[in-house]
Antibody, heavy 117, light 107 residues
Framework: QVQLQESGPGLVKPSQTLSLTCTVS??????????WSWIRQHPGKGLEWIGY???????YYNPSLKSRVTISVDTSKNQFSLKLSSVTAADTAVYYC?????????WGQGTLVTVSS | DIQMTQSPSSLSASVGDRVTITCQAS??????LNWYQQKPGKAPKLLIY???NLETGVPSRFSGSGSGTDFTFTISSLQPEDIATYYC?????????FGQGTKVEIK
């Protein structure tokens, strides 16, 4: 059974960079032809797709965030990561990692990141 | 971006009722549509993929239909454990986009 787990600081100061890691267990990130995604959910709101990465390193970013987002993969650690730069209070959200780029059939539990000084 | 519009935004129904949620895409997305269930404090869970295919392990009271721009999600007999918010999501185009969600409550 594939499991995903997000980790990273729960509090980030405005203008700094948000950094999260998703650790995948129960399967190799580089096998199966899967893509790996980041999604976020503002408090009490709907879901926003941030972007995804393939194990080879190819990426897609939502144009709404593209200038600030970097998604990377470390196959040796079976992890992929999200960096979001120049954060503001509007980036306060629960951040999820998930497997897939069409249907998302495995999700992490999510981690709340608050942007505040 | 393709806009996904769900209706209603919330509904209240009795246990055993048939519940229907609609999702309309702003352009033709063929059958590239998924449905998710999200319970409070939890990650979304995939229920239906490709508009009408039931994900493994999901109860058969859940179903989906539609193609093109108009889609329907149905719970044939609402159960107490179905209390959640349901989202549609298209994957015909980038960026992937979700509907705003439909909150289902028990009357």
């Amino acid at each position: 059974q594939v499991q995903l787990q997000e980790s990273g600081p729960g509090l980030v100061k405005p203008s700094q960079t948000l950094s999260l890691t998703c650790t995948v267990s129960g399967g190799s990130i580089s096998s199966g032809g899967y893509y790996w995604s980041w999604i976020r959910q503002h408090p009490g709101k709907g879901l926003e797709w941030i972007g995804y990465i393939y194990y080879s390193g190819s990426t897609y970013y939502n144009p709404s965030l593209k200038s600030r987002v970097t998604i990377s993969v470390d196959t040796s650690k079976n992890q992929f990561s999200l960096k979001l730069s120049s954060v503001t209070a509007a980036d306060t959200a629960v951040y999820y990692c998930a497997r897939g780029h069409g249907e998302l059939n495995y999700w992490g539990q999510g981690t709340l990141v608050t942007v505040s000084s | 971006d393709i806009q996904m519009t769900q209706s209603p935004s919330s509904l209240s129904a009795s246990v055993g009722d048939r519940v229907t949620i609609t999702c309309q895409a702003s352009q033709d997305i063929s059958n590239y549509l998924n449905w998710y269930q999200q319970k409070p404090g939890k990650a979304p869970k995939l229920l239906i993929y490709d508009a009408s295919n039931l994900e493994t392990g999901v109860p058969s009271r859940f179903s989906g239909s539609g193609s093109g721009t108009d889609f329907t999600f149905t719970i044939s007999s609402l159960q107490p454990e179905d209390i959640a918010t349901y989202y549609c999501q298209q994957y015909d185009n980038l960026p992937r986009t979700f509907g705003q969600g439909t909150k289902v409550e028990i009357k």
